[in-house]
Every structure is written in C-alpha cells, then in structure tokens.
C-alpha cells in the first residue's frame, strides 16, 4: 500500500508490564497506522531515568517493551520499532528545544506536579524537563500524528508550542503535532476499583497486565466493585459500574454488551454473571498476547536485530530533520 504523507511518532516508558490502558490508548492504533503512514515507535528509557530506576532492570524492562509491541501487532519490517537512547540526534534537539521551553509553563504541567507529589525527594530538572524531551522524540522525525492516551494530551499541546516557538524563531521546518486516535476520542482505561486510570506502576490489583495469567485476570476481575443494582429503570450507572461496561465494549462483542446494558436498564442485572462474562472475554484477549510475548522474549538476538533496525530507520530520518534545524538557526559557519 502507498503510505500517506504524513508522519507517525510515539512512545512507551519501559517503567513496568504493559496493561490495557497502553494497549487500547496507545498499541492498537499503532498497529493500524503501520500499514497507512511512515511510523516511529519507540522505547522511551532515557525518559525512564526521570525517576531513578533500577537500572539492573532497565535491559529485561526494555526486551519487554519490544515484545509487548511485536506481540501486539507492530511489525519491525513496517515501523521503525527503536529504542530512544539508541538515537543520539534526540539529545541535541532536546538540548535546542530548551532554550524555548520556559520555567513557568514546564512547572504548570499535571505530570510535573504529580510527580512533585508523589517524589518530593527527587524533583530534577529531567522531571521539570520531560515535556521537552518528549517533543524532541516527535519533532525528531517531523511527525504530525502522536497516538497516545488522553493523559498525554498536554504533553502535545507543550509539544505544539515548542514546534510553533522554533518555527516563528528559525523558520518553517515543525509540524504542529496532534495526539491522535481512531476513535474520535483520547481514551483513558479506567482501573477496576473505580478510581483512577490503570497504571504500570500503580494501582496494581487493580490493572490488568498483558502479562497477567489467566487466573490473575480472572481474581481481579471477581474483585471489582459493584453494588446490589439500579433501584429504578434506565438509571445513571455509578463510576465503577461505567468502568466495567467500558472494559466489556473493549473486549466483548456487540451482542454481550447490548445484553449487559438491557439487563441493567431493566433492573436485573446480575453483576456476577456480567464480571464472569468479562473475565471470560479478557482472558480470550489477553491470552495469545502473554503467550506471543513470551516466545518472542526467549529469542535475544531476534530483539537485538530489531533494535539495530530500528534505530538505523530512526538515525536516517533523525539526521535530516537535524541537518535543516542547524541549518535554520544559523549554527553553520563554513
Ligand atoms: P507511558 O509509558 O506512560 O504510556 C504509554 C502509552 O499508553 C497510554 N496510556 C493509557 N491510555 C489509556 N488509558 C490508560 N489508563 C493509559 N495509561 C497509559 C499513554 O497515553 C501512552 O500513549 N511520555 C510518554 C512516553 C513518550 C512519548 C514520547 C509518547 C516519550 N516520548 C513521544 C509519545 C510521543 C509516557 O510516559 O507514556
């Protein structure tokens, strides 16, 4: 198929097991937009060190990264599929973009002060500086089409600015990027307790990984949190009873969900058999993924040839992208 002109770029921190937030907000449009543009997809490790890992993990957690987005659909023969620390020219536009990226605003970001909250003890200037970083990995390759879930929306409205500041300093070479779904919306996958959004961090018991085994699936599932049922027809749904429809519209199929929904609108809904329908569906889905997964985390010198192709599509693209931006500030002198 003839690709569309426009440029596709996104990333995954290898901060922990994938679940089906990255895989629904993220993974499976990339699997489609493989096929319809020139798509970079990355590890993002060097974002990673923002937190102070530990860093005798940081080779299994990335080879689980790439497995996780092989076995979910992404061909290495496609998409560049890279690790970022592999592409040098990052840290140079990094470095560029911020001399345009102001205190004010990067201390303003919701992740920043998340962060702030959650590791008072570590407020670096990498944290401070994420965003930044973030709009290096995507204005690197020129790319116009970001598809993450909605918690990164700001993160591309920063992005946005700094391409717009570059463009109205040096001269037109940025694209203004634009998170991107199929859907008409940024998803956000709810957790199964009803607060939050799944997490590869936090939240565990209530998150369900790519990783997880079949009886894992199904133990979380059982503990959701449900009540007796609506008291009166077509009433509102609580939260965590939203978030369990919204986890069953991911995964079941029409005629499962349009049951669920009548049962609930007429008030006979029997939330064990809706739980133990949705543990059936999830385990079908996540599955053959965990069992892929696996296979493919066996074979290093198969992760390694991608890694080294990825990263030698990413270079090319990265280096012209570079040459203009040197070029347009000025920093040539013979
Ligand atoms: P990260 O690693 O936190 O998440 C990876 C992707 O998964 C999406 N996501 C979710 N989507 C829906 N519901 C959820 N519960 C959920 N949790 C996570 C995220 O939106 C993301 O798309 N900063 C980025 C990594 C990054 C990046 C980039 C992304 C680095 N450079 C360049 C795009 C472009 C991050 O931490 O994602």
Redesign the pocket.
């Known amino acids: 198929m003839e690709k569309k002109q426009q440029i596709v770029?996104?990333?995954?921190?290898p901060?922990g097991f994938l679940?089906l937030?990255?895989y629904?907000?993220?993974l499976r449009n990339y699997v489609r937009m493989q096929d319809e543009f020139e798509c970079y997809f990355?590890v993002?490790d060097l974002?990673s060190l923002t937190t102070h890992p530990d860093t005798k993990q940081l080779k299994a957690n990335v080879h689980r990264v790439l497995a996780e987005n092989i076995a979910s659909g992404i061909d290495p023969d496609k998409a560049a599929l890279y690790c970022?620390s592999h592409i040098y020219e990052t840290n140079e536009l990094y470095l560029i973009l911020n001399m345009l990226a102001y205190k004010g605003e990067l201390e303003k970001t919701t992740t920043f002060k998340d962060k702030v909250r959650l590791q008072p003890e570590n407020v670096n200037a990498g944290l401070l500086t994420?965003p930044v970083?973030?709009a290096a990995?995507?204005l690197l390759h020129r790319a116009s089409l970001?598809?993450?879930?909605?918690?990164?929306e700001q993160?591309l409205e920063m992005a946005r600015n700094f391409a717009k500041r570059f463009n109205h300093r040096y001269g037109e070479v940025f694209p203004e990027p634009q998170a991107f779904n199929y859907g008409l919306e940024l998803?956000?996958?709810?957790s199964l307790d009803g607060s939050g959004?799944?997490?590869?961090s936090e939240n565990q018991n209530a998150t369900l990984y790519l990783a997880d085994d079949d009886d894992t699936i199904v133990n979380k599932i059982k503990k959701a949190k449900t009540d007796s049922g609506p008291a009166t027809p077509n009433a509102e749904k609580p939260d965590y009873i939203q978030n369990i429809f919204q986890l069953m519209r991911l995964v079941s199929s029409e005629e499962v969900i349009a049951k669920f929904e009548a049962d609930f609108n007429s008030c006979n809904i029997r939330y064990g058999d809706m739980k133990k329908q949705l543990a059936e569906d999830m385990v079908a889905f996540i599955r053959p993924i965990r069992e892929k997964v696996n296979a493919i985390l066996s074979d290093e010198k198969y992760l390694a040839g991608i890694m080294e192709l990825g990263a030698e599509k990413a270079r090319k693209s990265a280096k012209a992208t570079m040459e203009i931006v040197r070029e347009s500030i000025g920093l040539k002198y013979y």
């Open positions: 770029m996104s990333g995954i921190r901060t679940h937030g990255n629904f907000g993220a990355m993002a974002h970022q994420y970083l973030q990995d995507i970001v598809p993450v879930g909605k918690d990164q993160h998803i956000k996958v709810p959004k799944m997490s590869k």
